[in-house]
């Protein structure tokens, strides 16, 4: 059985050994305080207060937090027509492979539009700034509201993609490159596809709210992200601990209690806690990096520098 708000705040309780109906700290505290631990522990924003110099705990992949998301890849085009800043239509040769509603990326600016024509995008707001004509025009998808982090992205079923960050977009573009060497066979003949057998960095994540694909000179193929989500936020004594079970108990509680006992200076009892929930915690992320490593057999994953292995 999951665990639930109500059972951390039962254990947290039962540490600090008060009654929940009589202690100094209510639950909208104790509930703010097991959240913030359950975040942390996600998130790896854990530092380790013994060690020398306080180095921040390294924190592995976590597959309970895996989720994925799935894009159609959209062939960037250009600007046929020179944009002026406010503008609400824009044209471009052929809007056919992009969304009928969603956001375009045009020399880092983010542009919104809520209908097309053939060639024109209309409803369109957001031009911050005036693009010439001839201006690359992507498509821009938005992130999973869940999104944490990303994990890796497939392209295609085929291909492991790396990432880039956005601000360094323009600095990778003039020396992109392809390779034509993929052998596609199915059921009726074997054939030389035109599809990129080595990418470059070819997307980023912007402001964790976007996801851009760029530089694509196809349309159509699936875009695959795996990412690590967010923690579910517990409000309702029933709400789900994201945290599987034989690490929920024995690390949110101990955290949540160890805050409170250091503020209240409680040395010798938040030592004692402290150096509990941090073997868990290190154990936790080194049972389910191992989890994850042996996940991985017969995968196609990277290794070294945008090489592929299959293993």
């Given amino acids: 059985m999951s665990k639930t708000l109500q059972n951390m705040r039962d254990i947290s309780y039962a540490i600090l050994k008060e009654d929940e109906d009589t ?3 209510p639950l909208t505290l104790i509930d703010s305080l097991i959240n913030g ?3 942390s522990i996600c998130s790896g924003n854990l530092t380790d207060l013994l060690s020398a110099g306080k180095q921040q705990i390294t924190k592995w992949p976590l597959p309970f937090l895996y989720s994925d998301k799935y894009y159609t890849s959209v062939q960037d085009t250009y600007l046929s027509t020179t944009t002026s800043i406010g503008a609400t239509s824009l044209s471009i040769n052929d809007t056919s492979s992009f969304s009928s509603t969603w956001y375009l990326w ?9 209908g097309k024509t053939s060639t024109t995008f209309t409803g369109v707001t957001w ?3 005036a693009h010439l004509s001839g201006a690359r025009v992507s498509q821009l998808f938005t992130l999973p509201t869940d999104f944490a982090s990303s994990v890796r992205v497939i392209y295609n079923t085929q291909i492991v993609l790396s990432q880039v960050d956005y601000r360094d977009l323009y600095l990778r573009l003039n020396n992109y490159h392809w390779n034509y060497t993929l052998n596609i066979t199915n059921s009726t003949n074997s054939t030389i596809e035109r599809f990129p057998r080595d990418l470059p ?6 402001s964790w709210t976007y996801f851009l694909p760029f530089q694509l000179d196809v349309s159509g ?3 695959h992200q795996i990412y690590e989500k967010t923690p579910t936020t517990l409000s309702s004594w029933s709400d789900t601990v994201t945290i599987p079970d034989a690490y929920s108990e024995i690390t949110i509680p101990y955290i949540t209690v160890w805050e409170i006992l250091m503020h209240r200076g409680e040395e010798d009892r938040w030592l004692k806690i402290y150096n509990f929930w941090i073997a868990k915690i290190m154990e936790m992320y080194s049972y389910y990096s191992n989890q994850n490593n042996e996940s991985l057999n017969w995968q196609r994953i990277t290794t070294g520098k945008d090489q592929i292995l299959n293993i």
């Fill in 106 to 114: 045009i020399n880092e600016d983010i542009i919104t539009y809520t």
């Fill in 221 to 223: 193929y699936m875009i």
């Fill in 37 to 39: 631990a359950q975040l």
């Fill in 127 to 129: 031009v911050d700034f």
């Fill in 23 to 25: 202690s100094a700290y």
């Fill in 201 to 206: 960095p070819f997307y980023t994540i912007i």
